[in-house]
């Protein structure tokens, strides 16, 4: 087995260890144990016999483990573990390496062609020699090996829980060719990928029952999560025909219709998702005219749930002035554009009065879509359809010139591909060029920002809701009082504003 000097933990190996025995949920995907006894790392949820301190190697990331040369556990599977999202306001060097690993997390982060350190340069304005320093001295791997973990992972969930082809999956995970991957898999996990498909542990039934036609997988995430709160931000915003999500006592399910666009090609089907609370799990339900392209579903999926949130850092800043809502994500959106659109109807009137709006819009300029669920038969308006639709068509769903123009200038912008709205966009960019747009304000670009962006740290400043909520409605400068009281919660000030919304 190589050595290697892994970049310093967040938590100490003896507080890891203590974690590790209790199996405490809340650490899932914090730190990962490898067992110098038997050559396989873990997750600290893993339900084998808890193996001897002096056994133990901990771990910040996959890719430090694999390096050191342990294998992933085919019992707890690390591929299912939450991922990490690092903001912060100090130390630069940090800052920039794990903003490089969250691009590599990010399959839409780099759009011009494959991941590789020159993008990734490029993108963060930096050289190629600076990006592989400062991510071996921050993460103590280089970017590729990084990337190559990321990759077998992916590729490793997709053998367990589908009947994808092994060619397919090879694809669709990142690999150039069958040929590279079988020879990746093997050096890193010493079994070739048909060989994992025989000895891995069968996946638990699902949550949700089969359905024909349909690809399972599960999401794992850290607790608190509070699930019934997610789901009822959903279920007071959805749109009937594109979304259901289940009543109230009725089970933590929801559904909804999918359009991506990968590869230059369209994708449109349906995805259902089931909360299994015990696990700390999503068992997600996919449709097979989505498994092309099921790593970036996978990926949406995680960031409309907010399923790699980190509950210890965000209580540590928010739980003295929030303490209530421990649990709460920040709600994502698995298309941008409609996010976008949905924000611009959503401009100084109620949620009530939005979801209307947004209902005419689908029941009038929605493509129909085949679904096994009777409540789901429409897709959203694409942007190319959005784009070309006149004042005369919007105006009879009695959307106002303001927001007609800020929804054209929006579903032009991104079918045209000057906008991008996901989670691997340049946010200050981004941010900017939303005001640039007639009828975006900056409420409206923060709240994008938040939703579909996923940036930790937007604040409606402006919101009239959250002015309410934080008791600064009556003074003279209500936003630039909320600004000031924010400052104590970056960089979480999302989930502040989702905290003080929801109390």
């Not at 910040?60 to 999202?85: I, K, S, Y």
């Not at 819009?361 to 942007?383: I, M, Y």
Request: charged fraction near 20%.
């Amino acid at each position: 087995m190589t050595c290697m000097t892994p970049a310093p933990l967040t938590a100490t190996p003896d507080a890891c260890y203590l974690a590790l025995k209790s199996r405490d949920a809340r650490f899932d995907g914090c730190f990962f144990t490898g067992v110098t006894s038997t050559g396989i790392y873990c997750r600290p949820v893993c339900r084998v016999r808890t193996p001897k301190r002096e056994n133990c190697r901990f771990f910040d990331l996959p890719a430090q483990a694999e390096r050191a040369g342990f294998r992933p556990c085919l019992r707890c599977r690390p591929e299912l573990a939450p991922g990490r999202v690092h903001w912060s306001v100090q130390d630069a060097s940090s800052i920039l390496s794990r903003q490089a690993a969250h691009l590599l997390d990010e399959p839409e982060s780099l759009t011009d062609g494959p991941p590789s350190v020159q993008r990734l340069a490029a993108r963060l304005g930096v050289s190629d020699r600076h990006v592989r320093r400062i991510f071996e001295a921050g993460l103590g791997v280089s970017p590729l090996q990084y990337l190559q973990t990321r990759r077998l992972l992916t590729a490793k969930q997709l053998l367990t829980d589908t009947d994808l082809p092994v060619t397919q999956v090879a694809l669709i995970s990142g690999f150039a060719s069958v040929r590279r991957f079988n020879a990746a898999f093997l050096q890193h996990y010493r079994l070739n990928p048909t060989r994992l498909r025989r000895e891995g542990v069968p996946p638990a039934g699902s949550a949700t029952g089969g359905a024909p036609g349909a690809t399972t997988v599960r999401l794992g995430y850290r607790p608190p999560y509070d699930a019934a709160a997610m789901l009822a931000f959903f279920r007071q915003r959805q749109i009937h025909a594109a979304e259901w999500v289940a009543p109230a006592g009725e089970g933590l399910r929801m559904a909804r219709t999918v359009r991506l666009l990968a590869g230059g090609r369209t994708h449109t089907g349906w995805l259902a998702c089931e909360f299994d609370e015990g696990r700390s799990q999503v068992v997600l339900r996919v449709s097979d005219t989505l498994r092309e392209v099921l790593p970036l579903v996978i990926a949406r999926v995680r960031a409309m749930l907010d399923l790699d949130a980190d509950p210890q850092a965000i209580n540590a800043v928010l739980h003295a002035h929030f303490p209530q809502g421990d649990g709460l994500r920040v709600p994502g959106t698995l298309d941008g554009c409609e996010l976008a659109v949905r924000a611009v109807l959503g401009q100084q009137i109620t949620v009530a009065a939005a979801r209307t709006l947004a209902q005419r819009l689908v029941d009038r300029l929605g493509e129909p879509v085949e679904t096994p669920f009777p409540a789901l038969t429409r897709l959203f308006p694409a942007p190319a359809v959005l784009a070309q639709a006149g004042g005369d068509a919007l105006g009879q769903l009695g959307i106002v010139r303001q927001r007609q123009a800020a929804i054209v200038g929006i579903a032009r912008a991104v079918a045209d591909q000057r906008l991008t709205l996901h989670g691997g966009a340049d946010v200050p960019a981004t941010v900017a060029a939303l005001q640039e747009l007639p009828g975006i304000g900056d409420w409206t670009a923060q709240y994008i920002a938040m939703r579909a962006l996923r940036w930790p740290d937007a604040f409606p400043a402006g919101d009239v809701a959250l002015h309410k909520a934080l008791g600064v409605q009556h003074g003279k400068h209500p936003a630039r009082e909320a600004e000031a009281a924010s400052r104590a919660w970056r960089p979480w000030r999302s989930y502040a504003v989702l905290r003080a919304w929801h109390g």
